[in-house]
């Protein structure tokens, strides 16, 4: 089970994560107590910074879930859609 977030600490990560410019393509991130040393340890066992690593697996994150979104879709149309030709 996840270790709960104080609220102070929630209360200041939604007051920073409101104030933050949208368009500077950063983000303030949280990492719970567990999970933060997994990642550097990865991080630095794959040559890159821990903020590299986050970026991708957000990335691998958005493509998988983008392809199951279309498999889904794909799914429910006729085969004529994705016939080729």
Known sequence: MPESI???VMDLFVTIAAAWPLNQGTYPLLLP???K???ARRAKR???SVNQFVATAMAEKL?????A???RTAANEPI??????
């Open 63 to 67: 493509a998988a879930m983008s392809t």
């Open 37 to 39: 040393p997994k990642v």
């Open 6 to 8: 104080p609220k102070d």
């Open 69 to 71: 979104e279309f498999r």
């Open 46 to 48: 794959d040559g890159i």
């Open 33 to 35: 107590r567990s999970v």
């Open 80 to 85: 004529s859609r994705h016939s080729i030709g």
